[in-house]
C-alpha cells in the first residue's frame, strides 16, 4: 500500500519569506502523480500543483514549485515570496497511475505566514 | 458551473440517527468520491463512482455507510444509526475520467457532529 508521510506539523514565516515544506511517500510502482493541496481555514481545499512521475522536470506554479526527487521518494513544495493568504493546511497527495483513483494523502503541516 | 456543491454545510445530530449528505458534481466530471476528515488529518477515502457505478469502496465504510449515484449526476451520503466516531467533515471530489493525473476538484464540505 502506498504511504505519504509529512514530517512537519507546524511551520510559521514571516511575510515575503521563502518556505519548504516536506512530503515523502512510499511506492513500489513507477507510473504515478504528486500532488499538493491547499485547505484554508474554514474553506475548500483546491490543488496548488501536480506533478507526474514520469517527467523529470520539476512543476512550477507561479510563487509554488516541488522538488521532486524520484530515487528519494520525497516531493517538497516551495513557496517563495509568501504571502498571508498562503496561511493554510497543506497536504501532499499521492495517486498512481493507470486507471487507479484513490488519493492517499499525508497528515498535512498547518503553515503560518505572519504579517 | 460553480464547481463542487455539498449540502448541508453543517449536521447535528443525535446518536442512532441516520443522515444524509449531498453532493453535486462538477457536470463535465463523470468521477465522483466521497472522502472523510477529522480534525488535524489528511482525507482518508471512502469511495467512489464513475457514472452511476461505484467502483471501488473503502474498508472504512462500514454496513451503516452507504453511497449513491442514481443516474450518474449528484450523488448522496447516507450514514445509519451514527455514532460519535461518525463526527468528521465529510468531502466530496470530482474528476474527469479522460484527464488521467488531473487531480480532483473538491467541494466545501459536510460537517457532521454527533452528539
Known amino acids: 500500500a502506498q504511504t505519504v508521510t509529512q514530517s512537519q506539523p507546524e511551520m510559521s514565516v514571516q511575510e515575503a519569506e521563502t518556505v519548504t515544506l516536506s512530503c515523502t511517500y512510499d511506492?513500489?510502482?513507477?507510473?504515478?502523480?504528486l500532488f499538493w493541496y491547499k485547505q484554508p481555514p474554514s474553506r475548500q481545499m483546491i490543488l496548488v500543483i501536480r506533478?507526474?512521475?514520469?517527467?523529470?522536470q520539476n512543476a512550477t506554479e507561479n510563487r509554488f514549485s516541488v522538488n521532486f526527487q524520484k530515487a528519494a521518494k520525497s516531493f517538497s513544495l516551495k513557496i517563495s515570496d509568501s504571502q498571508l493568504g498562503d496561511t493554510a493546511m497543506y497536504f501532499c497527495?499521492?495517486?498512481?497511475?493507470?486507471?487507479?483513483?484513490?488519493?492517499?494523502f499525508g497528515q498535512g503541516t498547518r503553515l503560518t505566514i505572519n504579517p | 458551473d460553480t464547481g463542487v456543491s455539498q449540502n448541508p454545510r453543517h449536521k447535528i445530530t443525535k446518536r442512532g440517527q441516520n443522515v444524509t449528505f449531498r453532493c453535486d458534481p462538477i457536470?463535465?466530471?463523470?468521477?465522483l468520491y466521497w472522502y472523510r476528515q477529522t480534525l488535524g488529518q489528511g482525507p482518508e477515502f471512502l469511495t467512489y463512482f464513475q457514472n452511476e457505478a461505484q467502483l471501488e469502496k473503502s474498508r472504512l465504510l462500514s454496513d451503516r455507510f452507504s453511497a449513491e449515484r442514481p443516474k450518474g449526476s449528484f450523488s448522496t451520503l447516507e450514514i445509519q444509526r451514527t455514532e460519535q466516531g461518525d463526527s468528521a467533515m465529510y468531502l466530496c471530489?470530482?474528476?474527469?475520467?479522460?484527464?488521467?493525473?488531473?487531480?480532483?476538484?473538491f467541494g466545501s464540505g459536510t460537517r457532521l457532529t454527533v452528539v
Open positions: 506533478q507526474e512521475a514520469y517527467k523529470q
Open positions: 457536470s463535465e466530471h463523470n468521477r
Open positions: 511506492t513500489s510502482e513507477s507510473n504515478y502523480y
Open positions: 497527495a499521492f495517486k498512481l497511475g493507470q486507471g487507479a483513483q484513490k488519493l492517499v
Open positions: 471530489a470530482s474528476s474527469p475520467a479522460d484527464r488521467e493525473g488531473y487531480g480532483y476538484t
